[in-house]
């Protein structure tokens, strides 16, 4: 796994206990972690973080860096909500961190099967996949 290390400023974070931490960098993209007690991520999981968007993006689509423990897995029905319009209503981009080949296996199948409708694509390395998202968010920038 690639670790190197990018200093960006937090603006704001919050925890929800038993279930994850999100990060709001200065430069706009929230940084999910689930917690390490979840093996298998459900619905009511991934609503948790859709409050956790709207709050700290205040109601605005935002690019989103997801990082997974070690066998984590994701439902069928969470998959299906999280490839949704529902499901992606404060998601601009999707980046998710792919560092061993389970994940790699289960991230291919979420986007060969359920075809998520946000822009969302799998990083080895935390600076490559916000190099994406930064991206992402000067497109909206230049359109606006």
Known sequence: MNTEAINISIVSELLLEDVLNCVLYE???????????????EIVHLKHVQQSLEKLGKGKKMPIFFTAHDFLTVSSDARLFAASEEGTIYTLANAVLIDSLPKKLLFNFFINFNKPI??????TSKREAFDWLTAKLNEISVAD
């Open 27 to 41: 430069n706009g993209i929230i940084e999910i972690f689930w917690d390490t007690r979840i093996e298998v991520i």
């Open 118 to 123: 946000a822009p969302t694509r799998g990083f």
